[in-house]
């Protein structure tokens, strides 16, 4: 079975500052992945995705996510944190091949705090 | 883009009633829904798939006579939490399937449920 895993529960760094927020998926066919981003009380923003061709991907609000197939992972960044990130983000995979109906597997998640 | 409209936003309703939430897809057709549930500080557990015109798939461990879920058009699916109890106080979020051909999934702005 496919598995996401965010190793931090809880980062905090200061405004200005460089982020990266860990994801790494075990799941033996090709993956879709996806950062989502989630402010208390609402729904997901996606913030990214990938599903193949260059494995640095651009999203939103000046993020970028590298695809790294040896590592398992896909690793978010910012390189220049704002107040306004302070939120919950998940990172999540699909089958490439659509099995169990394209449902998303979702990471526990990765707290982000932001000192001003 | 892709909007998937949720109401209520947040609903307080007594122990033993039925609580109705509804998901609609505003400028797409959604073949397929997602049901989530989400604890305080947790991931998002997936309760449901549903597909429309059919019956809705359950997760292991989810009551399917307590959470009925319902998508008889391409642009609406509904969640009625049937007899709802406290512990089923909880905050509830879908999510549709926008394309097939880019995997791309819109979040609902979720539900946050209280039975009292």
């Known amino acids: 079975a496919q598995s996401v895993t965010q190793p931090d529960i809880h980062i905090t760094v200061s405004e200005g500052a460089s982020l990266e927020l860990r994801c790494n998926y075990s799941y033996g066919a090709t993956p879709y992945l996806f950062w989502y981003v989630q402010s208390p009380g609402q729904g997901l923003q996606l913030l990214l995705k990938?599903?193949?061709?260059?494995?640095l991907v651009q999203g939103i609000k000046g993020f970028e996510a590298e695809f790294k197939r040896s590592q398992s992972s896909f690793n978010l960044r910012k390189p220049s944190v704002h107040w306004s990130d302070a939120a919950e983000y998940f990172c999540a995979v699909v089958p490439a091949s659509g099995g169990s109906n394209y449902k998303l597997t979702f990471g526990k998640g990765t707290l982000l705090t932001v000192n001003p | 883009g892709a909007v998937v409209s949720q109401h209520p936003s947040r609903v307080i309703c007594k122990s033993g009633t039925s609580v109705k939430i509804e998901c609609r897809s505003l400028d797409f057709q959604a073949t397929t829904m997602f049901w989530y549930r989400q604890f305080p500080k947790q991931s998002l557990m997936l309760m449901a798939t549903s597909n429309e015109g059919s019956k809705a798939t359950y997760e292991q461990g989810v009551e399917k006579d307590k959470f009925l879920i319902n998508h008889a058009s391409l642009t609406l699916s509904t969640l009625t939490v049937t007899s709802a109890h406290p512990e089923d106080s909880s905050f509830y979020i879908c999510?549709?399937?926008?394309?097939?051909?880019?995997?791309?999934?819109?979040f609902g702005s979720g539900t946050r449920l209280t039975v009292v």
């Open positions: 999510s549709a399937r926008v394309s097939d051909r880019d995997y791309g999934y819109t």
């Open positions: 990938y599903f193949s061709g260059d494995t």
